[in-house]
C-alpha cells in the first residue's frame, strides 16, 4: 500500500544538499543558513516554500510530490538517507527548465 506523500516528510528524508540546489533553481532559500542546518530541521525550509511567489511555490508543489511517488514506487526512499535511484530523480528534476528560465 503506498504511502501518502506529505511535504515535511519529504523534506525530512531528501538530503538538504539537493534541496537546497533544488530550491535555489527556483530562486527561493538563499538566505537559509544550509550550511548550519540539520539533516531533518525543516521547518525553516517548510517555512520558505509556504513564503515563496504563488507561481514558483505551485511548481515546487509539483515537483516534490511527483519525486516523492518515483521514489517511493522502487521502495527506495528511505528516512534520513538517499539512494541512488532517489538522488538521480531529484537531480532529474533539476535538470529541467523552470518557468522563465
Known amino acids: 500500500m503506498p504511502r501518502q506523500y506529505?511535504?515535511?516528510t519529504?523534506?525530512?528524508q531528501a538530503p538538504n544538499s539537493l534541496l537546497r540546489r533544488y530550491l535555489q533553481k527556483h530562486e527561493i532559500g538563499y538566505d537559509?543558513?544550509?550550511d548550519?542546518?540539520?539533516e531533518t530541521e525543516i521547518d525553516v525550509i517548510f517555512k520558505t516554500i509556504?513564503?515563496?511567489?504563488e507561481t514558483m511555490r505551485r511548481r515546487?508543489?509539483?515537483d516534490l510530490p511527483e519525486i516523492?511517488?518515483?521514489?517511493?514506487e522502487g521502495?527506495?526512499?528511505?528516512?534520513?538517507?538517499?539512494?541512488a535511484f532517489f538522488c538521480h530523480r531529484v537531480k532529474e528534476s533539476l535538470s529541467r527548465k523552470s518557468p522563465g528560465s
Not at 68 to 72: H, L, S, T
Open 6 to 8: 506529505s511535504t515535511k
Open 36 to 38: 548550519h542546518l540539520p
Open 75 to 83: 521502495g527506495i526512499l528511505e528516512s534520513g538517507g538517499c539512494k
Open 32 to 34: 537559509l543558513p544550509w
Open 60 to 62: 515546487i508543489d509539483r
Open 68 to 72: 516523492y511517488e518515483m521514489a517511493d
Open 50 to 53: 509556504q513564503a515563496a511567489p
Open 10 to 12: 519529504f523534506l525530512r
